[in-house]
């Protein structure tokens, strides 16, 4: 093992390389509760007609499993740090977006995601992937990160109740006497205070105190006994296999430029994670990523696995910087990680206390990390700053990241034609110009 893993060659042990496999978890086992609630729409009260919500129990289940599969590839195939799971922002777009906005059901979703993760992995195997990659400016990749973000963020402001609908200006400031708001805004000022001091898995601790707090108070109903924390594994049967079902009607339109979303978040969230992860850990070698094909084809297999299972597309978390921090040097803190992620499977009775105003807080400091990317983007470029701005705005307030990156790639080619730059736009986003306005054509 120590000789797979090239233990003496980088400098580590199994003891530091453990420890550093449970700082990655805890530093996203957060997503273990905010993907379950994210994608059954917990908070969103009243559905529209015809929408359903996704089993919490299974998808619970689906996240773990995911997760400790994805790690797994990482760290058996491409021997990195680096553990993954059902991505932010992707399950956001699938539940909020495709489910609850476009009204196409969970089951065919599913199979958008499952449909991506086989294209992933014939744009891997060809090499394709990275050519794709390269043919989107670098602008506007930020701009599709942070602007996921303050979607992320919204989202989470909405779910709690901080804000919410009004009448005369649309969004508006909630009711701060509410005890369930109150709640929601404690556990945002107790996760700011863990992130800023530096507290690894400060999310995820933020999630856990301001739990207990809502059933000191009374807001929240106590787990009851063990029962109430450890239980068997939950079945994914109302979730596995759907993709598979299903997968006849992802051929429209619509379905096309959703797919398409899952492809271009997961192209770059996967991309930036290998970079800067490998980066803090020394790994890389003459500003290149080593064994990078067999990075990315574990993160598109398991996006093939967690489709099946039935979760949104998973991914790389940078989160694992925070193992690397501790030492993690090896595919093995992956596989520690992924082992911690299948010991989570016997907690699910915990759902029942991690309600929309515990998770809330935890959207939000994602949607703050994540916009971090704008600093990165070239402002003062006019014919950049307007698409790339576009994008941002557009998805918070359009409620749809897939409008946002429609609205921006369709004003990207006409800013820099006008400003005579048409030879630096890559063909690729000439022809997604076309694909988008058809969209926008066919979805009104």
Known sequence: MKKYFRFDELGTNYRTEFMAGLTTFLAMAYILFVNPSTLALVGIEDLPSGVTRMDQD???????????????????????????????????????????????????????????????????????????????PANLKMAVGAGIGFFIAFIGFQNSGIIVANEATLLGLGDLTSPTVL???????????????????????????????????GLITPPSGVDGIVSNVPSLAPTFGQAFVNFGDIFTLQMLVVILTFLFVDFFDTAGTLVAVANQAGLMKDNKLPRAGKALFADSAATVAGATLGTSTTTAYVESTAGV?????????????????????????????????????????????????????????????????LIVIAMPLTYSIATGIAIGFIFYPITMLLKGRAKEVHPVMYFLFVIFVLYFMFLS
């Open 325 to 389: 921090g501790a030492g993690g040097r090896t595919g093995f803190t992956a596989v520690v990680t992924a082992m911690f992620f299948l010991l989570a499977l016997f907690f699910s009775p915990l759902l029942s206390v991690v309600t929309a105003e515990v998770t809330a807080p935890a959207l939000i400091i994602v949607g703050v990390l994540m916009s971090s990317a704008l600093k990165n983007i070239e402002w003062d470029q006019f014919e950049i700053a307007v698409p790339a701005f």
């Open 183 to 217: 709640l929601a805004v404690f556990g945002l000022v107790i996760s700011i205070i863990l992130m800023t001091i530096g507290i690894r898995g400060g999310i995820f601790y933020g999630m856990i105190i301001t739990a207990i707090v809502g059933m000191v108070v």
């Open 58 to 136: 299974a998808v619970f289940a689906a996240t773990a499993i995911a997760a400790a599969i994805g790690s797994l590839f990482m760290g058996l195939i491409a021997k990195y740090p680096i553990a993954l799971a059902p991505g932010m922002g992707l399950n956001a777009f699938f539940a909020y977006t495709v489910v609850l906005g476009y009204g196409i059901p969970w089951e065919t979703a599913l199979s958008g995601v499952l449909a991506s993760g086989l294209i992933f992995i014939v744009l891997t195997l060809t090499g394709l992937r990275e050519k794709i990659i390269n043919a989107i």
